[in-house]
Structures are given as structure tokens and as C-alpha cells.
């Protein structure tokens, strides 16, 4: 190159940079619509991909799936774990298409609680049923109980004059002479028996009231009697007699077996009365009581006939053995220990100290 090529070179350069957009306003043809169509193409490859990408993992996580770890069972029903891209197109669409519902019923969170609390108190649907229509009707007993009152019998007359007698003890002329003097005003005379009625009512309500407590009172003095004598049973009984054979209680066991008489399910209804109304366990309750001494018994006295006889079995077989000669084989050789020497020569009494 020389100097004129150079100058030319930078003259060259120098229009570039005054005119930088000369090659933006006339780039080549084919090479523009190129990188357009492909820049394009890819940009919206991309954005479709990245869309696709983010709605299948908002769909998963919505499902409570993690993208990066599906667990699914194998073949030999153990637990894997995939990340969902490395799954199967059937694998991918059966996992896009579950339903938690299959798993759930369909059920709403407040019966599955119910559910769950029938089988923490061991309920069955009947002992529920039961329990509402108890509860069911003693709302309306409570609803529609209308206390009703012996002083309401009397009519007004009648209540007047009973009063009176009751009050100031007036002969029954006397009485009737004062309730015609009343009644010459019979606002006033209202006024009056009305007041006596609630009086009277009150006093029923007082005893009906005492009457109340003093049942409340016995009952529970009659459950206590019944706690106590059911634990002194208990105690009595720290040992159940199986025939030539007993079974030693622990503390565990007495609890078990006061709880099972003496407390109550959720609804109300004891354990036991429970077992008492199924058939089947009262069955076995029954047979038990009547046949489980004699059965131990039995049990008790097999087992030990099989001992007897395996002990003289044992014996017979040992006595057989020793009669032929066998025990002989079975006897333990004796080692003698040599004498020890001093030097070359037996030890002898005049070589100890």
C-alpha cells in the first residue's frame, strides 16, 4: 500500500464516520430479510415455549405437584421420583389430568372432619345417627316442656276461697261472704287471684325444683356407689382364677377394665352398654362366663399331658441308651498330669522348702 492508497483508505474512513448510517439506509438485501425472518422465528419460538413452559408449571403446582420431583410408583411398586420433563407423553397426561377429587370424594373440609371424628371416637354411622335423633328429641321435650301447675286446676272462685282458708282460717260461711264482698269489684277481685296464682305457682316451681336436686343428688349418689363397687370388684379380683391356673392383673388391665364399665363414648352411651346391645360381643361375654374356667381347664390339662408324656419320652430314651451301651461312648476321657522332675530325676519330699 502506498501513500496515496493510504490517504484514500482514510478518506474512505473519515466519510464513514461522518456518514454512519450510510450502510443502514442501503444494507444488502438478502442478508436483511434473513436475519429478520430468523431473528423473528426464534424470538416467538422462545416466548412460546417460555408461556407453555410457565402455564404447565402453574398447572402442576396447583395440583400440589412439584415440576422437579414427581413421585410415581414403579413397576416394583416402589416410590421414584422424576423431574415431569423426563416423563413419558402418557405419563405427563394422565398427571395433568388428575383430579384430587378421586382421592378426596369430593368431599367438603367440614364432612371430611366429620368423618374423621367418627373414627377417632370409634363410631359407627348408626351410633351417630342415634345420637342426633336422641338429641333431637330431647330439644323438643325441653322445647315444648310447658310446666304445668296443679294451682291452674282452680278456677278463680275456688282458688279465692282455698286462700282464705289456708291464710285466716275462716268457717266456710265466712269464706263465702268474703268472696262476695270481693267480687263487688271485680277488677280488684282479678287483681287479687291473680296475684294469688303466681304465688302458688312459684312455690310449685320451688318444689319442683327441690325434687330436681334431691334426684340429681340420689343419682349420683348411686353412681358412686356403683364406681365403688365396681373398683373394689376389681381389686378382689387382681387374680382371675383359670381352674388349676391364674392370671395375675397388671395396673394397666384394672384401669382397662373400670374404663370399659364406667365411661362413656362421645354420644353418651357407655362402653359397655354398647357391647351388651351387639350380638356378638355379648355372645362371646355369655360364653365366657359360662364355659371360659372349663375351658382353661381343659387347655391347661392338655398341655400338660403333652409335657408329661415328651418328659417320658425323654427319660425312656435315656434309660434305653444306657442299657446298650451308649452312655458309655458319651463318658469324658481323664487326662493324668505327669509328675514334674527336677532336672533329670523324680522330685522327691527333701527338695521342697
Do not use: C
Not at 490517504?7 to 474512513?13: I, Q
Not at 456518514?19 to 416467538?44: C, I, K, R, Y
Not at 404447565?56 to 403446582?61: E, Q
Amino acid at each position: 500500500m502506498n501513500v496515496n492508497e493510504i490517504d484514500d483508505f482514510e478518506e474512505g474512513a473519515d466519510k464513514e464516520l461522518l456518514d454512519p448510517t450510510a450502510d443502514e439506509l442501503n444494507p444488502p438485501v438478502d442478508q436483511n430479510f434473513e436475519d429478520d425472518d430468523g431473528d423473528d422465528d426464534h424470538s416467538n419460538q422462545d416466548d412460546d415455549t417460555t408461556e407453555e413452559e410457565d402455564v404447565i408449571t402453574a398447572l402442576l403446582k396447583s395440583k400440589g405437584i412439584n415440576p422437579d420431583s414427581v413421585k410415581f410408583q414403579g413397576d416394583d411398586g416402589n416410590i421414584e421420583e422424576k423431574p415431569f420433563s423426563e416423563l413419558s407423553k402418557e405419563e405427563q397426561l394422565q398427571i395433568l389430568g388428575f383430579d384430587d377429587s378421586d382421592d378426596n370424594y369430593g368431599l367438603e373440609d367440614d364432612e371430611i372432619n366429620l368423618i374423621n371424628q367418627l373414627r377417632t371416637n370409634n363410631l359407627s354411622v348408626k351410633d351417630y345417627n342415634d345420637y342426633i335423633a336422641r338429641q333431637a328429641i330431647q330439644n323438643y321435650i325441653d322445647a315444648n316442656n310447658e310446666q304445668i301447675y296443679t294451682v291452674n286446676d282452680f278456677d278463680d272462685d275456688e282458688l279465692y276461697l282455698m286462700d282464705l282458708g289456708s291464710r285466716l282460717g275462716l268457717s266456710e260461711d265466712e269464706a263465702l261472704a268474703e268472696l262476695e264482698t270481693a267480687k263487688s269489684n271485680p277488677d280488684l277481685f282479678k287483681k287479687k287471684v291473680q296475684s294469688i296464682r303466681e304465688e302458688y305457682k312459684q312455690k310449685e316451681d320451688q318444689l319442683i325444683e327441690q325434687k330436681k336436686q334431691e334426684e340429681a343428688e340420689e343419682n349420683s349418689k348411686q353412681a358412686q356407689e356403683f364406681e365403688n363397687a365396681i373398683i373394689e370388684a376389681i381389686q378382689n379380683n387382681g387374680e382371675i382364677d383359670l381352674g388349676e391356673s391364674k392370671l395375675s392383673l397388671s395396673n394397666d388391665d384394672k384401669n382397662d377394665i373400670a374404663s370399659f364399665i364406667l365411661d362413656s363414648d362421645s354420644t353418651g352411651v357407655r362402653f359397655i352398654s354398647r357391647a351388651l346391645n351387639d350380638p356378638e360381643t355379648l355372645v362371646r361375654m355369655v360364653w365366657y362366663a359360662l364355659k371360659g374356667k372349663e375351658a382353661f381347664n381343659e387347655i391347661t390339662n392338655y398341655y400338660r399331658k403333652q409335657i408329661s408324656e415328651v418328659a417320658k419320652n425323654n427319660y425312656n430314651k435315656g434309660y434305653g441308651d444306657g442299657k446298650t451301651g451308649k452312655a458309655a461312648n458319651l463318658a469324658k476321657s481323664v487326662v493324668k498330669k505327669p509328675a514334674a522332675k527336677k532336672g533329670n530325676r523324680p522330685l522327691t519330699i527333701n527338695d521342697l522348702d
